[in-house]
């Protein structure tokens, strides 16, 4: 990621690969992504362990109606860049209301 970091001020990925999950459930219900959190959530703990900063910013509503987010990482030490980031693009993508609530 340094090498990344080198060349690029930011890393955008989606926050998860898939549509949220059933309340009380732990891995998708379906079984596709195995017994353990780490086989569905692959974008956001590699920076936990590389302690670079990283925000979740709300993207917008899947057809279901729940949330989706777009994850953003910056370098080491990094913060207020990332911050400043996730604050552009709560301007740009602001949160619809969810679907039968009005808005």
Do not use: C
């Amino acid at each position: 990621m340094r090498r990344f970091h080198e060349r690029y001020d930011l890393l955008l990925s989606p926050a998860m690969p898939i549509r949220a999950l059933k309340v009380g459930l732990e891995t998708p219900a379906d079984g596709n992504f195995g017994d353990d959190w780490s086989g569905w959530s692959p974008y956001t703990y590699p920076f936990n362990l590389t302690q670079q900063p990283a925000a979740s910013v709300p993207s917008g509503l899947a057809r279901n109606g729940l949330p989706m987010g777009v994850q953003i990482v910056g370098p080491l030490a990094a913060d207020q860049t990332v911050l400043r980031a996730a604050r552009v693009l709560e301007q740009a993508m602001p949160m619809p209301p969810p679907p039968g609530l009005g808005g």
